[in-house]
């Protein structure tokens, strides 16, 4: 009789068990799929709206004939260029020259005193005009700008170097930076120093589809919100709606920068 009533209770409570089990295991599978959706329905979005207004986004390449991308160009500044880069110097930035594989004696010379080249990138077939070094930067650490005067516009590609590397490249070895992931940070930092210094307004477009995590295939891992960071003098009003999409998907993507950056 006690056996009996044990083995009844022993059914019973693997019963209700695995019906908590089940249900346990629904509610982890409802958060996940909660997540996965949060995290795709902007990617999902922002592609559809690419694929509507045909925009490609604009990046950077590694050499003037092949389709590898680097980084994506992440401001454009409509005004005098001269101006632009004297306002830079003024906040201590500095000239520096770029480096190519067939220039490694550019290389040795510079580092030797002191000033670290900045490797070419190619924009509309065409090498970065101006190379620039940011105040405080060591050859192991700085921050670095790239900046090309096209169609009367100066477009630039922004980042900050955490590190050093080597790549090979026709098998010869070259020193080439890791930037740090969030390309977005230095971007705004830079955008908000050329707009106090000449006195632009500062606004943002959809340039490049988000990424969570791109190579540039020079050795470096990044992630970007795909916004380009415009500086001008005259622009055109802001609705609310558009001001409160771009903020969202900013803080977005700066909520998974944190993450990204503790591992």
Known sequence: MRKSLYNKLTAIKNTITSKEIWRTSRRVSQIFLIIL???????ALFALQHIVTGNTGLYTY??????VKGEPINILIRYNVSKVIESLKQEGWKEVPTSSINNQSTWKF???????PVSPRYFDGETQRYSLEGPDSTVFHRHHA????????VYGAVSYDSGVTVVFKDILPIPT???????????DALGKSISKQVGLKISYEDNTLPTLYKNNDAGSWFYTDGEILILEKNQERETYFQKSILYLKRMYFK???IILNLF
């Open 255 to 257: 909520i998974l920068g």
């Open 62 to 67: 590694l050499d003037n004939t092949s389709t």
């Open 146 to 153: 790239r900046f090309w005067n096209l169609h009367g516009s």
């Open 177 to 187: 930076h890791i930037i740090s992931q969030d390309i977005d940070k230095e971007r």
């Open 37 to 43: 959706l949060l995290i795709m329905l902007p990617y």
């Open 110 to 116: 510079s580092v030797a005193k002191g000033i670290t």
